[in-house]
């Protein structure tokens, strides 16, 4: 069926000012009066607070405000768990934890205040490994208030006095394990672990804040979640939403999950405030940005399998350890999304999984593109390989004989929709030529080839509000809240717009986020925004054509249930002669514009929302309730790598990868390729060179020289990428399509690490796989041999 | 104690009044008010401050605005605007070889420079060109499309750009 | 990430640069393209009170040879001397060098001996000069004197640049006739690294065996070394695999590399034995028989 804009690789709405560098992002705004803002951040990983000293630093000229707690509202914030102040209280639990804030009227001048700061600290023991944090007995306690933290319940009791500094926990029950692995043939234990990454977003983390004398607190900020961030705001300040007031210009220079929670605009507020209602911009440096608003949470995850001779998997029991760092963020509900990872993939007749989260002494984990999934796929699917070499079969089939099937009910009891997943292994192994011969030595140089598949469910309970305007001049503005960061969710709503009411895209934009004028949206994050967003937005057009089909209705003559819309003529089905125009539904009076003779405005308006099945804490599963739905739908990817291994440096080349994801339906082709790029980026980033090299809670390559991601030349030549686009509709998605974009890094570094064991017979655990780490695996592999 | 600083920008004469710790970067940002410059890393590392001084592309995070004196100096605004898109602009926008857009015009002004010297440069001359300009969302693949397809642009040979 | 307010001094010629550094004996530090030491004040590493910028400088940036020699002027910036004629038909491993350095915005603006000067270990041209036997022209208050390379390097950010002077070109002595010279790095990434270990060599063969070898190091010791171990390995001999392992490991030996956040020095140790191997076997397929 031939589409206005559906399936179309529509320009991006924003690219005009993205080429031409014209764009303003929320670091390029400046305002009148604006002051600027340092944090003077904890030295000490664990440590009382015995004196603060500013009076230097109140001192200096050209500083307005120098900040600590006692200046702050007595609150704690959080994200469902609710452990941190916006300055430290009476200790530090990091290194990098914000003490004292700075208003000055230049960079320069804040960062010589922060200089001139006294912080005397008395250390407490500081625990960083998460067993030793974990014990019943830890070294140090660092929440001693923990059972008193206001929670919003979403399981099984998140606090466990036996487990002090656990603050999270999850578990998954299904059938009996212990039955289920004396019925395998073969039996596989592993444990996999994966370092602290960054999400190092090209526009580091920023915003203006500005508390007004009528107490009223507008902030900009590059942010991806408005409705958060204001809802954090109003917790944090103890104000009302009514007086809260957050915009996100349209563009954001990335955010990966990095820019979801309130960074520094609620103290950069209260800053304001304490500077006269002053505007107060604050600009993270390289080092903040990369270590200390928020990080990925290293995850330690064993897993033992049994499986059949036929590679039928009867039984998997995991117990995962998520080093959580010294505030819960997004922790708990990152334990939760990642215990659901493995059953969106496999078939798992007997389950068991317990997931916690612990507090350390490091800097806190956030939500990372995947929120969980790129950690648990790599344990996963690199232990479906172990599993495939115990009993000598194709990792490929060892995947087709597991994988799960349209509409069948997975081990946590839900009903998989739009399930892609044998396509999608099919996709990229007749690319890559799974099977065939290829060159496998080189030199020192080793080949070998791997694949992995991966899944990332999509959050529910999940709310989306939209409103859709046709302007008199019939162009159509879309206001939602929904941050594109880069992925370009405002033109897919665009699309969906144009669509829905048969309009040229050109003539149809989005508002800038702006919480007075664009209604809640969740957040830009669990790959929502084309499903979630785009529903709300087609619900939205849904309404706005009543509207116009209720003031056509008189004009025309006719029943408002016989209209049709197209290029914004009102006619009656099936006698296109008989129509109005939209803009002539308006009338103008005089020369004072123009106006609805009833209504007040074209404004279509819709919620979507998404609900969730009970889940059983016990189980972690979800029962017949006609339901069965516990995320609001699943999106797939598979990937295959053909990769070199130098046995002398351990240094490996990526040199063809085969990416597939299953979109439901592609909105826009173009978007969805560039999607699956970052497989390129983020993915391989992750898989051989990104991590946070920690020294007892400091971070000791904190910028983009020593924190290592992928240049163009770590990249294979376009001629050794494959994207593969699969659309299998999601019944409920907006045209059927869904989001996809945290499952296009997740499969990169599994699928690297079995192409790694394909090409030198050596087995990673740990990512990133780097070459000093790939060498010395092969010397311990062939010491091994030695001594036989 | 501020300077003279005379130069031309974007092809006009430009004279400013810089302090010497003023860098390059910060005199287009924050006094010109010209924010199509972006800064990353601040260290040279990243190329998102990649502007061009004589043709050339240059760190302007590291290069003091004073010594861009009686220089040409080349931003992201002088080389097309919405009703006049320079080639690499066009093409960026056709192959969506942007995300968030942040590397974007350290990005094109590496590839202007690359492409007055190489009109017809291979993919690896490419991807070595703007090695120094790190794109945390693409994955590069886009970007390298875009530049050729704007070299062929350029030479003429492009039936996208014949079509219009 | 601001800089820090500081004199500025634009002289005219070295000479003047020279007076104005004895003029801030306690703060003074010059400037050329800044890529290294503008970083180095935003991170407060160093602090000067007064830069003395060099770049209008006229007349510094050449690259030219003569009977004598190749001559780098103070100016000279990456890409002059990576795109001179000279160097890549002379001394092919200082252009092979010169091309992994940075990206071309860091080449285009930053000088070779403004590199130099900094005096890191992990510098790409610092290994290719020492194997050529550069020398380093140094005026001062008290007249010029010139160094070679391989005592310039002093030790970890420490060159043997006095108070008040200034380098005033690089001079690199015509390379033996016939010789094979290899320039070959390892970096994490492909690109936008400094070598975490890599070798150049130039040597020369008659009659089947090695009569003259130059092998230096980057990333393996305090400072770019040359591996004179590894060269006494060589001398003589026929440069069978054997002779090749011997050097290799002998440069092993000759080099003394740290831990940081790049890589172990059991990792540099290793590499150095690798990439020693491979630069002699390719300077050797490159030197006239």
């Keep these: ?788 | 104690m501020s300077r003279n600083l005379e130069f031309e920008l974007n092809g006009k004469a430009c004279r400013r009044d810089v302090e010497p710790n003023t860098l390059l970067k910060d005199m287009l940002r924050l006094d010109l008010g010209m924010t199509g410059t972006k800064e990353t890393c601040g260290e040279g590392i990243c190329g998102a401050c990649t502007v061009l001084v004589n043709g050339m592309p240059v760190r302007s995070c590291l290069v003091l605005a004073m010594q861009v004196g009686n220089h040409s100096v080349e931003t992201i605004e002088g080389i097309g605007n919405a009703q006049n898109l320079h080639p690499l602009q066009q093409a960026f926008l056709e192959h969506g070889a942007f995300q968030c857009g942040w590397c974007t015009p350290g990005m094109i002004m590496t590839a202007k420079a690359l492409l007055a010297a190489n009109p017809d440069p291979s993919e690896a001359e490419i991807r070595d060109a703007i090695r120094g300009n790190l794109c945390r969302c693409t994955g590069y693949v886009k970007i390298v499309e875009a530049i050729q397809a704007a070299a062929a642009t350029a030479r003429g040979s492009n039936p996208l750009a014949q079509s219009q | 990430m601001a800089l820090p307010k500081f004199d500025y001094i634009a002289p005219r010629s070295l000479q003047e640069a020279c007076a104005a550094l004895e003029a801030h004996p306690d703060g003074g530090k010059l400037l050329a393209g800044g890529q290294s030491i503008v970083r180095m004040m935003k991170y407060r590493v160093i602090e000067p009170t007064c830069l003395i910028d060099l770049k209008s400088i006229p007349g510094l940036d050449y690259v030219r040879m003569d009977d004598s020699g190749l001559h780098i002027g103070a100016l000279a910036t990456h890409t002059q001397v990576l795109e001179s004629q000279a160097v890549q038909r002379e001394y092919p491993v200082l252009a092979d060098a010169e091309r992994e350095v940075s990206a071309s915005a860091v080449r285009n603006w930053g000088t070779l001996v403004g590199n130099l000067c900094v005096g890191h270990a992990a510098s790409d041209p610092a290994p290719a000069l020492l194997a050529l036997e550069a020398r380093m022209s140094i005026i001062g208050p008290s007249g010029t004197r010139t160094v070679p390379l391989d005592q310039f390097f002093k030790g970890h950010l420490w060159t043997d640049l006095q108070a008040a002077e200034v380098v005033s070109e690089i001079q690199v002595p015509k390379p033996p006739r016939g010789c094979g010279m290899a320039y070959l790095a390892h970096t994490g990434r492909a690109a936008m690294e400094t070598p975490l270990v890599s070798a150049a060599v130039v040597l020369v063969m008659e009659r089947g065996r090695c009569v003259n070898a130059r092998i230096a190091l980057a990333g393996s010791a305090e400072t770019a070394i040359r591996a004179l171990g590894a060269e006494r390995a060589l001398l003589g001999m026929s440069l069978d695999d054997a002779t090749v392992a011997a050097a290799a490991s002998a440069a092993q030996e000759d080099a003394s590399p740290d831990s940081d956040v790049f890589g172990s020095a059991e990792y540099r140790r290793r590499l150095v034995g690798v990439y020693v191997r491979d630069a002699i076997k390719l300077a050797a397929q490159r030197a006239a028989v």
């Design chain 1, 1 to 788: 069926m031939e589409t206005i804009a559906i399936g179309k690789n529509i320009q991006r709405e924003e690219g005009i000012g993205k080429v031409t560098g014209s764009g303003k992002f929320a670091m390029d705004l400046e305002m009148p009066r604006m002051l600027w803002a340092k944090i003077k951040r904890s030295t000490r990983p664990h440590a009382k607070l015995v004196r603060v000293d500013t009076s230097k630093a109140k001192a200096l000229a050209g500083v307005h405000a120098v900040i600590v707690d006692t200046d702050c509202p007595q609150t704690l914030f959080g994200f469902g768990c609710y452990d941190e102040p916006l300055l430290a209280r009476t200790k530090v639990r990091y290194i990098g934890e914000p003490v004292v804030a700075v208003a000055a009227e230049s960079e320069a001048i804040a960062e010589e205040a922060c200089d001139l700061i006294e912080i005397e600290y008395e250390d407490l023991p500081a625990v960083f490994d998460v067993h030793e944090a974990f014990r019943s007995d830890p070294p140090t306690i660092i929440h001693e208030e923990q059972a008193g933290y206001r929670r919003v319940p979403i399981g099984p009791e998140q606090y466990n006095p036996e487990h002090p500094n656990a603050f999270g926990y999850y578990r998954i029950r299904s059938g009996d394990v212990t039955v289920g692995f004396e019925q395998a043939d073969s039996v596989v234990e592993s444990t996999y672990t994966n370092a602290m990454i960054a999400h190092a977003p090209m526009e580091r983390h920023n915003s203006v804040s500005l508390w007004d004398g009528d107490g009223n607190v507008t902030v900009w900020s590059s942010s991806q979640a408005a409705y958060c961030l204001l809802n954090q705001i109003s917790e944090a300040l103890d104000l009302p939403h009514s007086k809260i007031r957050v915009i996100i210009p349209k563009y954001v220079g990335g955010g990966f999950g990095g820019k979801i929670e309130m960074k520094s605009e609620g103290l950069c507020a209260v800053l304001s405030k304490a500077a006269g209602h002053r505007p107060i911009k604050i600009e993270y440096t390289q080092e903040e940005s990369l270590c200390w608003a928020g990080v990925q949470h290293p995850f330690e995850i064993k897993l033992k399998t049994g499986v059949k001779k036929d590679g039928a998997i009867v039984s998997c029991e995991m117990f995962v350890l998520v080093n959580g760092g010294a505030y819960a963020q997004h922790g708990f509900l990152v334990t939760r999304q990642a215990s659901y990872g493995p059953l969106g993939s496999y078939r798992f007749p007997n389950f068991k999984l317990d997931n916690y989260v612990v507090y350390t002494n490091q800097p806190p984990g956030v939500a990372y593109r995947g929120f969980g999934n790129t950690q648990i796929h790599w344990a996963l699917e690199s232990h479906m390989d172990e599993l495939a070499h115990a009993i000598g079969m194709d990792p490929v089939a060892i995947r087709l004989k597991n994988v799960l099937v349209e509409g069948e009910i997975n081990t946590a009891g839900e009903t998989q929709h739009s399930v892609a997943g044998e396509e999608l292994i099919r996709e990229i192994t007749t690319a890559i030529g799974w099977g065939s011969d290829f060159v496998r030595k080189d030199g020192p140089w080793r080949r070998g080839r791997g694949l992995a598949i991966a899944n990332k469910d999509s959050i529910a309970p999940s709310a989306s509000t939209a409103f859709v305007k046709i302007h008199n001049d019939e162009t159509v503005e879309i206001r939602h809240s929904a941050g594109n960061m880069g992925q370009g969710s405002s033109t897919t709503f665009i699309q969906l717009a144009a669509e829905a009411l048969q309009v040229d895209p050109a003539r149809v934009r989005t508002a800038q986020i702006d919480t007075w004028v664009t209604p809640y949206d969740q957040l830009s994050g669990s790959s929502r925004l084309t499903f979630a967003g785009g529903n709300a937005v087609l619900m939205a057009c849904d309404d706005v054509k009543l509207q116009v089909f209720k003031l056509a209705a008189p004009v025309l003559e006719a029943d408002a249930g016989d209209l049709e819309l197209a290029d914004m003529k009102v006619f009656v089905k099936g006698e296109p002669e008989r129509f109005v125009r939209v803009k002539d539904l308006f009338r103008t009076p005089y020369f004072t514009g123009s106006f609805l003779p009833t209504g007040g405005e074209l404004l279509g308006k819709a919620t979507f929302y998404v609900s969730a099945s009970k889940v059983d804490p016990e189980t972690g599963k979800c029962g017949d309730d006609g339901l069965r739905r516990i995320f609001s739908f699943c999106t797939r990817a598979a990937q295959a790598v053909e990769i070199a291994v130098n046995i002398e440096t351990g240094q490996v080349r990526l040199e063809r990868i085969a990416i597939a994801n299953d979109v439901g339906r592609a909105i826009n082709p173009m978007s969805c390729e560039g999607q699956m790029h970052a497989a390129l980026t983020m993915g391989l980033g992750g898989a051989l060179y990104e991590e946070l090299q920690l020294d007892s809670g400091a971070i000791r390559n904190a910028d983009l020289e020593s924190y290592r991601f992928p240049t163009a030349k770590d990249a294979p030549p376009n001629a050794g990428v494959s994207t593969h686009i699969v659309e299998i509709p999601q019944p409920d998605g907006p045209f059927q399509a869904k989001g996809f974009c945290e499952a296009t890094i997740a499969p990169t570094a599994p699928a690297i690490g079995n192409a790694i064991f394909d090409a030198i017979g050596v087995r990673m655990t740990h990512m990133p796989m780097t070459a000093e780490r790939i060498l010395a695996a092969i010397d311990a592999k062939n010491d091994a041999a030695k001594a036989r």
